[in-house]
């Protein structure tokens, strides 16, 4: 029985040791899914590229980047295709809106954002700015 249990344990060693290397990837914590979230929005245009989650969409399209402390420079982040939520709470440099609420997709990563700014597509920004010029507005979000 001690050679028969010795055998399983080198044949499942060599098992996992001939796994290919595999990057794990962290799945959301509870405790940032539950946050409400201060800060500012901007906007960035697709230009036909990819983003970070691997899809293409159109300027048009209602999506958001992330800043890193969510997306963790992964490729197909686990927050690509989460929703959330976004209230205009007004700008201090002139954009309008104040009050709009868009619902978005998380669809790109925004390597220069901090925790609570929130990287827009145009699509994104005219729905919660009612198609105000580009610049900076701030907001309340959540994950929906």
Known sequence: MYKSLVAALALAATVVSAAPN??????????????????LATVYEQLGGF???GNKNPDSAKIAALSNSFMKNQFK???????????NTGSNDGVGG?????????????PSC???HVDLS???WNALTNNAPWGTV???????
């Open 22 to 39: 595999v990057a794990v990837v962290e799945a959301p914590t509870a405790s940032m899914e539950k946050r409400s979230f201060n800060g």
């Open 51 to 53: 983003g970070s989650c």
């Open 77 to 87: 982040s686990p927050y690509c295709g989460r929703k959330i939520k976004l209230t």
């Open 98 to 110: 104040k009050g709009r609420s868009v619902v978005v997709t998380v669809q790109d990563t925004c």
């Open 114 to 116: 901090n925790q609570g």
């Open 122 to 124: 145009v699509g994104a």
């Open 138 to 144: 701030n907001i309340n979000w959540d994950f929906v």
